[in-house]
């Protein structure tokens, strides 16, 4: 799960990210609401965690503007103020969520954990998505084009998933390899550009043009054509 966390107070950003990444999950921070939004309109995230006071635009005006783009995406209010109007304002903005400071960490993996099974039991059952040339069926993990199937390992349909989730952003390497390989891989190893490799031969149709786009020096982007 790709999280991001706008949280202007380091000592509390860096204690949450590392718990996070302790228990699988992928991590990312903003310190204000200004840079949370800028990292929301670049990337995919599958969760939203807010502090309610942040130094430039609160918690309320960046949950109202990214549920103007995005209705379905879980946020999760923090607030050092436990007061009743404070949550229904927060729920009222667009918040599913919310966990008073301090909190007991599990409690907040639970409630992630519920924000992500509810998300997943609103998709709709129909899970085939048909992207360029490739038909992929992901709850039985398939891909095939023009109804020829396509032999992927585990790991090349988690990487291809993956990057066509991202719904044709540019990539790193690093967050290519949290998403899928997980927080404890080798940040420097090549084994993303190897496994690149392999899945273009094994998807692409024209060999002048690949699905998968290299961005040198920045990563990769999933184009689709």
């Not at 309610?52 to 050092?80: E, S, W, Y």
């Not at 103020?81 to 404070?86: A, G, K, L, R, S």
């Not at 199937?149 to 540019?170: C, M, R």
Request: with cysteine; charged share 30%.
């Amino acid at each position: 799960m790709q999280i991001l966390l706008i949280e202007d107070e380091k000592r509390v950003a860096d204690f949450i990210c590392r718990g996070l990444k302790s228990e699988g999950f992928f991590c990312e921070q903003a310190n204000n609401g200004v840079s949370g939004l800028a990292m929301i309109k670049h990337s995919r995230y599958d969760l939203l965690i807010i502090d309610r006071m942040l130094p430039d635009i609160d918690g309320l005006t960046v949950c109202n503007l990214v549920r103007k783009d995005d209705a379905d995406i879980p946020i999760l209010f923090l607030t050092a103020v436990d007061d009743t109007q404070e949550k229904v304002n927060g729920l009222r903005a667009g918040a599913d969520d919310y966990l008073t400071k301090p909190f007991d960490f599990e409690e907040l993996i639970a409630r992630i954990e519920a924000l992500g099974r509810r998300r997943q039991q609103n998709k709709p059952s129909n899970n085939t998505l048909q992207v360029g040339p490739l038909e992929i069926k992901v709850d039985e993990r398939s891909v095939s084009i023009a109804d020829q199937a396509i032999e992927l390992t585990s790991l090349e349909f988690d990487l291809l998933l993956y990057l066509i989730q991202t719904d044709g952003k540019v990539v790193s390497r690093e967050r290519i390899i949290n998403a899928v390989w997980g927080v404890n891989s080798d940040p420097l190893t090549n084994i993303v550009d190897v496994y690149i490799r392999r899945l273009r031969k094994k998807i692409d149709t024209d060999a002048d043009a690949s699905l998968i786009e290299t961005k040198r020096g920045v990563g990769y982007r999933f184009s689709g054509k």
